[in-house]
């Protein structure tokens, strides 16, 4: 059974109930209140009647002879003041009804019974001649009018009832579908989202439940979506990377291919030194370029977590700076450096590495003549590597620590890098909870900024 028609048999269940009550008691009550008036009137006449039989046996010598003689016309006497069939017995009726045989042992009885299609009510009580009982009085009185009204008021409340009925069948029916129909959207939505169409729902506003549930549900479409643009993204980013990485790797293979097979071919000792210099640079260039890429996965799946250690950062970019320097000479370039004393929480050799990674690029790429480090303190530890070199354009700055990017890639292999340098960089500066950010003004220079917590 669908919810809706529960909800309408329920509600047309209680409603009706109660009505059937309600009218039932209605029509008792009304029916009892006039049987019990006309009781109360019938009692009162009763009083009447045996005070006036009383009375008028009262003087004379043989009562019960009186009575024989004169039944008739005391029964006319009696009915006219009563308003109702009035017959009257003496002591030795045969066959005598329930109510004469309390009337002669001396109470009053009364019996509502049906007589044809009408009601009618009985009232018996003795008549009493100088204190002894002989004969009885039996009223009879139709409650013809009393069942008119019974059946006037069953009509009016039958009809009411059915009025009722198809009222509350209607409010039932709107009301019902008022509560229905935003849980056949939320239906509908569900099945949307079995079938991965996490569409949003706005116009459910009952400001109950089930607008709580619809809301619940346009956040979870909401989150889901944006969780399935994520992956999405990752896949992406990851498929760029394999291929990169393929691709890469193909480049020194197929040198180290080639010049193997030249190497075999040609007899000159000198040329086959050269071509086996080649070979051997392309081998390192490729287990270089392993390494890194190791590293970086490393990195990632936070294997090779930072051991922080309370490190003096001055000494440790000094280091930095002096392994660089010989480095920087044979490119012309000159590094100095201002060093404030700088005490921090990180893992001294990775920010080593970062740094001479910083430097290395610098030296390799810039083609300016000075490259300058610093490092300084104020609510977080700053350290900079600035140079005055080429720059780098500006639509280059945001890709510059994708793995693989180079914005020279000739210059860059030929010079050994493979694009890895800074996407180590970024991730070990994150794995310490800092941030590393580029700016550069191409023909000016460029400068990396590395914000860390003290
Ligand atoms: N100081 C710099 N001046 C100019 N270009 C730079 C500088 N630093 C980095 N780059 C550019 O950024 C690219 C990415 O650097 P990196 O990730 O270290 O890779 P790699 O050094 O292996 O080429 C470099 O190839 C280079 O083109
Ligand atoms: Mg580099």
Known sequence: MKLRNKMIAINLLIILSILLAVFTIILKTVDNFNIYTIHQYLLNQSNLSQTYLSEYFLLKNNPIEVLSNEIA????????????????????????????????????AYLITKVGE????????????????????NYSYSLYQADEMRKGLFIVLVSLFI?????????????????????????????????????????????????????SFNEMGR???????????????????????THEIRTPLTNILGYTDLTQKVDHVAQKDKYLDYISGEGERLLNMVNSLLELSRLKRYELAVELTDTELNNILEQACSLMRDRAEKFGIKVSYDLANVNAIVDGDKIKQVLINLLDNAIKYSEGDKITVRLWKETLVHISVKD????????????????????????????????LGLSICREIIELHGGEMNINSIEGKGTIVTISLQP
Not at 121 to 137: C, D, K, R, T
Request: charged share 25%.
């Open 73 to 108: 016309s005391l029964e006319e006497k009696l009915k006219a003041q009563a308003g109702c069939e009035v017959s009257l017995t003496g002591l030795n009726v045969r066959d005598p009804s329930p109510l004469q045989k309390s009337a002669l042992e001396g109470r009053k």
């Open 163 to 215: 009025v009722a009925s198809l009222g509350s069948a209607l409010l039932s029916f709107l009301f019902s579908y008022r509560m229905i129909k935003p849980l056949e959207k939320l239906t509908g939505m569900a099945n949307d989202y079995s079938q991965g169409n996490f569409r949003v729902i706005e116009d459910i506003k009952t400001g109950d439940e089930v607008e709580k549930l619809a809301n």
């Open 223 to 245: 989150n889901i979506k944006k969780m399935i643009t994520e992956l999405k993204e990752e896949q992406e980013k990851q498929k760029k990377f394999l291929d990169n990485v």
């Open 118 to 137: 009408n009601r009618s009510i009985f009232l018996s009580f003795p008549i009493l001649a100088q204190g002894e009982i002989i004969g009885s009085v």
């Open 388 to 419: 005055n070199g080429k720059g780098i354009s500006q639509s280059y700055i945001n890709s510059l620590t994708e793995p693989f990017y180079r914005v020279d890639k000739s210059r860059s292999r030929k010079l050994g890098g493979s694009g």
